[in-house]
């Protein structure tokens, strides 16, 4: 019972690089979202996806890019990597909350702990 | 536009001591409400929920009621323990046609031996 899988669970760029954080859920769930976590701020959402071919920018989507082409799969991709998202970064999916009989419950993974030079 | 506010932490308690984080919502219409928990270097897993007014959600000891009239979701528990200390964060979502979770910037507990 695997759940939401995010890789890798640490890594240090420099700045100027590029990297895809990667996520994968195994329970068919159609939402799902990339959030970091800051000290004292609380989670911020990135971006989010309602479905397979569906993306949208939540609250700090800047010098993040994403894509979902399958509904197990929602990658995280830093264009060029700055100071400033050295962060812990969470995956986390659920069913929609319209869909019959769900309440919309948000499953995470473990984290992704991201420090930029 | 929707929001969830929470006490600041950190809350530092003796154990066995009772435990209230405060937790208020700002939305329209009737958002499900959600606590959840992070202990040291993990993610956050569902502490318990309420989907609807004066519903009480309740897990592990620890209790929330979904108060409509004062938009609040406040987490109780009657005796804590050291094995409680974590953040634990307040969190909406709405039920029509937005998949959003709304989170509050969580509350640190340290539970004393």
């Known amino acids: 019972n695997a759940g939401v899988t995010q890789t890798p669970k640490f890594q240090v760029l420099k700045t100027g690089q590029s990297m895809t954080l990667q996520c994968a859920q195994d329970?068919?769930?159609?939402?799902m979202s990339w959030y970091r976590q800051d000290p004292g701020m609380g989670l911020r959402l990135i971006h989010y996806?309602?479905?397979?071919?569906?993306?949208d920018q939540g609250e700090v989507p800047n010098g993040y890019n994403v894509s979902r082409s399958t509904t197990e799969d929602f990658p995280l991709r830093l264009l060029s990597a700055a100071p400033s998202q050295t962060s812990v970064y969470f995956c986390?999916?659920?069913?929609?909350?319209?869909?019959?009989?769900?309440?919309?419950?948000?499953?995470f993974g473990e984290g992704s702990r991201l420090t930029v030079l | 536009g929707n929001s969830v506010t929470q006490m600041e932490g950190p809350v530092t308690l003796s154990e066995e001591a009772f435990l209230t984080i405060n937790c208020t919502y700002t939305?329209?219409?009737?958002?499900?409400l959600f606590w959840y928990v992070q202990y040291p270097g993990e993610g956050l897993q569902l502490l318990l929920k309420a989907t609807k007014a004066d519903d009480k959600g309740s897990n592990k000891g620890f209790e929330a009621t979904y108060r409509k009239e004062t938009t609040s979701f406040h987490l109780e528990k009657g005796s804590v323990q050291v094995s409680d200390s974590a953040v634990y964060f307040c969190?909406?979502?709405?039920?029509?046609?937005?998949?959003?979770?709304?989170f509050g910037t969580g509350t640190r507990l340290k539970v004393l031996a």
């Open positions: 986390a999916s659920s069913y929609s909350s319209g869909t019959s009989g769900r309440t919309g419950e948000l499953f």
């Open positions: 996806s309602v479905g397979a071919g569906i993306t």
């Open positions: 329970m068919n769930h159609e939402y």
């Open positions: 969190a909406s979502r709405g039920t029509s046609g937005t998949y959003k979770y709304i």
């Open positions: 939305a329209t219409g009737y958002p499900s």
